[in-house]
């Protein structure tokens, strides 16, 4: 059995929390792959080092003195190697990084030295391998993460390998120039290692016990979830769900490893288990809820429009001349609807609009802002009767108005739109039909 273990900024930001890190590791001996973030925050005022790290090159971009911003940085780790009693200097390192800032080397080449440095710290601590992202995880030309190339060069590296560390968020072009996932990438770096060494379970270590079915922001103290479908939790995490990147779960997918959310703090519990198929039956019948705001709805009006072969096709054209994604599309018998971010859609809205009126010549368009889209999803629904309806009277007691009403076709999942200030009655509502109230 061979185990990934990642463990994110907050797991690592003092040395205090590296020696909880040591003592899950040291646990089981089948954790034998590591990939750690850079240290994160060890208080609500605190500041990543990654943000760090971004901040002083901006300085250095701009031709500024940035010795002070570096060296706070250096401190976060010195306290680090101190604080661990490890025999380790990180001058040479630090020399190299003030020359390549000095040249302008890039702030994905910045922000990466997070989790370099932080690795080579982790190394030397667990006394593994340390193996540089930039050496086997790769992206192509267009910046795109090239899976395939890493996964033979990664399996070739690290298959005769006792234990390593390999750290997240960065690789590199070809040429060798770093480049970063998005914010949050180690996550995406963990599923990868795991796939390269077919491991047995990519376990994320973070701040918390897993998911939980509803925001805590807005439902009070929620349940936790136990098992999860790969799907389930795309649609989760795309509607706003955090605690995972939400492309972390491709690579281990292929493989079809489940992923252990567990906690660093509270390492007894059992955490979610993010799985690609599973016979449990769970607990509720939704497995979970989440959402966002700010969408925009472009309604279109146009009789006999059921009739018109391509009608859909030239109004989608309008938005994709303009550069803009939708999110849903339901339609009526002589109305389809748009639903547009509207951040993204509020400066070109005219443009749109007259796009749509010269190619599909519709009798009439109607714009309504400040909606919130919310996902209720669950394996279990596809075999439940009545979700929908007790959704919608749950709403209706909580007088809720709904906008659109979407059940994806795999039965996964039901996509509610509501105006964004009943965005969180809306939610409290569900949440109690099926996890407090139970029939
Ligand atoms: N350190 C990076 C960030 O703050 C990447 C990560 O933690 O996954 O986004």
Not at 241 to 258: C, K, M, N
Not at 259 to 267: S, Y
Not at 388 to 399: E, K
Not at 400 to 419: H, R
Request: glycine letters at 8%; aromatic letters at 8%.
């Amino acid at each position: 059995m061979k185990k990934v273990v990642k463990f994110g900024g907050s797991s690592l930001a003092s040395a205090e929390q590296f020696k909880k890190v040591g003592e899950i590791i040291r646990a089981d001996k089948e954790r034998k792959f590591v990939v750690p973030s850079a240290p994160g925050k060890r208080g609500p005022d605190d500041t990543k080092v990654t943000d760090m790290l971004y901040a002083c090159y901006a300085l250095a971009e701009d031709g500024k003195d940035f010795k002070a911003e570096l060296k706070a940085i250096r401190e976060r780790y010195q306290e680090i190697i101190d604080g661990l009693q490890l025999q380790l200097s990180l001058d040479d390192e630090f020399k190299v990084i003030e020359k390549n800032f000095k040249a302008k080397a890039g702030s994905d080449y910045a922000a990466s030295r997070g989790e370099y440095l932080n690795g080579i710290v982790m190394a030397a601590y667990l006394g593994y391998t340390f193996v540089d992202a930039a050496e086997v995880v790769l992206f192509d030309e267009a910046g795109e993460f090239d899976a395939e190339t890493t996964n033979r060069r990664l399996r070739e590296r690290l298959q005769d390998m006792e234990s390593a560390v390999v750290p997240g968020f960065y690789g590199a072009y070809a040429d060798g120039r770093v480049k970063t996932f998005s914010r949050g990438g180690s996550d995406i770096t963990g599923s990868i290692v795991a796939r390269a060494i077919k491991a047995n379970v990519y376990e994320n270590w973070t701040d918390v016990s897993g998911f939980l079915i509803a925001d805590p922001r807005i439902i009070y103290k929620p349940e936790g979830i136990e098992t999860i479908t790969y799907k389930e939790l795309r649609e989760l995490s795309y509607m706003g769900a955090t605690v995972l990147h939400e492309d972390a779960i491709f690579p281990v997918r292929r493989e079809g490893i489940p992923i252990n959310i567990r906690n660093t703090n509270a390492p007894e519990d059992n955490g979610t288990w993010i799985v690609e198929s599973t016979c449990q039956k769970p607990k509720y019948v939704i497995t979970g809820i989440a959402g966002k705001k700010g969408f925009c709805s472009v309604n279109i009006d146009k009789d006999m429009m059921n009739a018109e072969i391509g009608f859909g096709r030239k109004v989608l054209q309008a938005f994709e001349e303009n550069g803009i994604s939708f999110e849903h599309v339901p339609s009526g018998i002589d109305t389809m609807t748009v639903f547009v971010h509207q951040d993204e859609f509020m400066h070109k809205e005219q443009q749109v609009v007259s796009a749509i009126h010269r190619l599909a010549e519709p009798d009439h368009i109607e714009i309504e802002g400040d909606l919130a889209l919310i996902a209720v999803v669950g394996r279990g629904m596809k075999s439940t009767r009545g979700t929908a309806g007790r959704i919608f009277s749950a709403l209706a007691h909580a007088n809720v108005n709904v906008k659109m009403i979407d059940q994806g076709s795999s039965e996964l999942n039901i996509i509610i739109g509501v105006a964004n200030s009943d965005f969180e009655s809306a939610i409290k509502a569900i949440y109690d039909i099926f996890v407090r109230i139970q029939l």
